[in-house]
């Protein structure tokens, strides 16, 4: 999804989607990246997880994204339907991921047993 095509999807205040629904609390570059080339990363237990990094051509589409530059963003989607963003730096986010695999392998190497 375009800018234009989530400006005029949803109704935004202060920069948060107020229109209720799938998106409703987050940020209006969510549906636009929900709806590209994502791929799940990993499992944080339950729900797949897309990580994206916010990188030049991101910024160039979301300007508001500008100061996290080189920072990565979670995206998933929860049981009840509704889908979230965390943004942290690498360091953090790659220490998430580590532990979410982590405890999905120890899940996994439970059920083995």
């Given amino acids: 999804m375009t800018r234009q095509e989530v400006e005029a999807h949803y109704d935004i205040e202060a920069g ?3 229109t209720p629904g799938k998106f409703e609390g987050e940020p209006p570059w969510v549906p636009a990246l929900w709806h590209g080339d994502l791929d799940y990363d990993f499992f944080d ?24 530059r080189g920072r990565i963003i979670f995206l998933w989607e929860s049981s009840q339907g509704f889908v979230h963003s965390a943004i942290h730096s690498r360091r953090a986010a790659d220490h998430i991921q580590e532990q979410c695999e982590q405890f999905t392998e120890e899940e996994g190497n439970a059920d083995d047993a």
């Fill in 45 to 68: 237990g339950d729900m797949p997880v897309s990580r994206v990094e916010v990188d030049a051509e991101l910024v160039a589409d979301w300007p508001e994204l500008a100061n996290d």
């Fill in 16 to 18: 948060i989607i107020v």
